[in-house]
């Protein structure tokens, strides 16, 4: 079958200070549902210092490198592959400017300039790329295969023909449609 690509995935972290903090988590949750994502694979999990290596391994000649891997491993983070046109972007834009001072006197509306703490206590991550997101997205989902996600998967995501479980902050395709 041939894969449409009505959709892109992009992987999103709601780093450990979000995770701890009820108040925010509900309000980023709630953005990306009125925001039109769909949650195709939600999981919280403390990152291991050997997946935060991997997962920044662009970072790791950087000063702030000891500091961010310090960071994400400092508690449970809530880990999204999310799905929408043009998701990305999307996601991005939801986010706000990395830098934290920048997000809240120019975007205060976006989730780093309401959450934001630092330049890396900055609330969330997004991938910048669809290479990037194919690769962020093995670190922490190593069962996901996105090629067959998109073969079997993104046509009910694209059309709606899904239930969304409030609980696990996920979508999952309706199982009374069996053909599209």
């Known amino acids: 079958m041939q894969s449409r690509k009505y959709l892109q995935l992009t992987l999103a972290i709601l780093k450990p200070h979000i995770v701890k903090c009820p108040f925010a988590l509900q309000k980023i949750r709630d953005l990306i549902i009125d925001n039109d994502f769909k949650v195709v694979r939600s ?9 935060a290596e991997l ?5 790791r000649d950087r000063f702030f490198y000891n500091r961010l891997l310090s960071f994400i491993c400092s508690g449970p983070s809530d880990i999204h592959i999310l799905a929408a046109h043009d998701a990305i972007v999307k996601w991005r834009r939801l986010m ?15 989730i780093r300039g ?4 630092s330049d890396t206590r900055n609330a969330t991550h997004g991938s910048d790329s669809t290479e990037s997101a194919s690769r962020e997205i093995t670190v922490f989902f190593k069962d996901f295969n996105i090629r067959n996600w998109y073969d079997n998967e993104e046509l009910f ?13 996920v979508h999952t395709i309706d199982k009374s449609y069996t053909k599209i």
């Open 43 to 51: 999981r919280r999990m403390t990152i291991s210092r050997e997946e």
């Open 114 to 117: 309401m959450f934001g703490l």
């Open 157 to 169: 995501y694209y059309l709606g023909r899904l239930y969304f479980d409030q609980t696990s902050f």
């Open 55 to 59: 997962f920044y391994k662009e970072h």
């Open 96 to 110: 706000g400017p990395t830098k934290v001072y920048q997000a809240q006197y120019i975007a205060q509306n976006t």
